[in-house]
């Protein structure tokens, strides 16, 4: 599984729009970019997912490099509901394997 | 997605008692995950629960110590067994979400269980 690197924390005022940035520099070909959400006493919830180019969905959007060695969760307009944790992932996920998080990056959104 | 039903929410324990979580999953799924997550922590894999067969440990973790049920596709138990403060964390499992518009599967997790061991 590809390491990845994320700042560890982030403020936000809201309304705003919030891009927290991964780097997978090892992902390999076969590996997808997932980005996952964690709500205090919650499990994570997956968000988004994708391989290359940009993905939009009704939360977030993702945008995926050339290279694929970064990718950037794009949250718009935050409120105060989005203060997460929020991890990135990049591998294979197949059903039969467990994922392994990093550290996540901690969104706090500011009134 | 699957839906998790996950048991208890939260217990506060005693030393050297040993606490059981339920995970209780609304479709059949062959594989089960149990995480730990110590306080201001990410995820850390406990085990690999799959029916019919012994659960695969991580290392640092043991089966004495976290022995885990996968008795149907639809459920397990993981045990923390002889707990002590250190065992302070929330235990959460995870299933793949079978969701088929995605290329590859999503993970769904259940809301976790917050143990104290006082």
């Known amino acids: 599984l590809a390491k990845t690197t994320q700042p560890i924390s982030m403020d936000s005022y809201e309304g705003q729009e919030v891009n927290i940035t991964c780097s997978h520099n090892?992902?390999?070909?076969?590996?997808?970019i997932t980005w996952y959400q964690q709500f205090p006493s919650q499990g994570p919830r997956f968000i988004i997912q994708?391989?290359?180019t940009k993905v939009t969905n009704e939360v977030a959007s993702l945008f995926i490099p050339a290279d694929r060695k970064s990718s950037t969760l794009s949250l718009p307009r935050v409120s105060l509901s989005d203060t997460a944790v929020y991890y990135c992932l990049v591998g294979r996920d197949s059903g039969n394997t467990p994922l392994v998080f990093g550290k996540g990056t901690r969104l706090s959104v500011i009134a | 997605s699957a839906v998790i039903s996950q048991k208890p929410s939260r217990d506060i324990c005693q030393r050297g008692t040993s606490l059981t979580i339920q995970c209780q999953v609304d479709?059949?799924?062959?594989?089960m995950f149990w995480y730990r997550q110590q306080p201001g922590q990410s995820l850390t894999l406990i085990a690999t629960?799959?029916?019919?067969?012994?659960?695969?440990?991580e290392s640092g973790f043991v089966i004495d110590k976290f022995p885990i049920s996968r008795p149907n596709l639809t459920f397990s138990t993981l045990t923390v067994s002889n707990m002590s403060p250190e065992d302070s964390s929330i235990y959460l499992c995870?299933?793949?979400?079978?969701?088929?518009?995605?290329?590859?599967?999503?993970?769904?997790f259940g809301s976790g269980t917050r143990l104290t061991v006082v």
């Open positions: 479709s059949q799924v062959t594989m």
């Open positions: 629960a799959n029916q019919g067969s012994e659960a695969t440990y």
């Open positions: 090892n992902i390999a070909t076969n590996d997808y």
């Open positions: 995870s299933v793949p979400s079978l969701d088929r518009r995605l290329p590859l599967y999503g993970y769904t």
């Open positions: 994708g391989y290359k």
